[in-house]
């Protein structure tokens, strides 16, 4: 069974840090380029980073760039998202979810594209 579980959300103040991890089981995880994508309430879904199967590279959406950092570690098939300079805006339902594309380089994620999901962890900063 595949499963996507996201850990690591919670409150925290504008300016501080969070970081949000994705535990993958039950699929071939050095295939899968893994994506991180956030829903605030009345706001379409977003995607926010993405990182390669193939060669570890990386991609941002453009609120995000400069502030998160995406990695994973294969060996233990998590992947991290680090999220400093937090903003209010950035309050939201982060999902982790998981594309089989085992060559392609990174590009920002797009939600069609994606083949499984998380359950969501929420993410609150306060001002």
């Known amino acids: 069974e595949v499963q996507l579980v996201e850990s690591g959300g919670g409150l925290v103040q504008a300016g501080g840090s969070l970081r949000l991890s994705c535990a993958a089981s039950?699929?071939?995880?050095?295939?899968?380029?893994i994506g991180w994508f956030r829903q605030a309430p009345g706001k379409e879904c977003e995607g926010v980073s993405c990182?390669?199967?193939?060669?570890?590279?990386?991609a941002y959406a453009d609120s995000v760039k400069g502030r998160f950092t995406i990695s994973r570690d294969n060996a233990k098939m998590i992947e991290y998202l680090q999220m400093n300079s937090l903003k209010p805006e950035d309050t939201a339902v982060y999902y982790c979810?998981?594309?089989?594309?085992?060559?392609?380089?990174?590009?920002?994620?797009?939600?069609?594209?994606?083949?499984?999901w998380g359950q969501g962890t929420q993410v609150t900063v306060s001002s």
């Open positions: 979810a998981a594309k089989w594309d085992p060559a392609a380089k990174a590009v920002v994620p797009r939600e069609y594209e994606y083949d499984y």
């Open positions: 990182i390669s199967a193939s060669d570890g590279s990386t």
């Open positions: 039950g699929f071939t995880f050095e295939d899968y380029a």
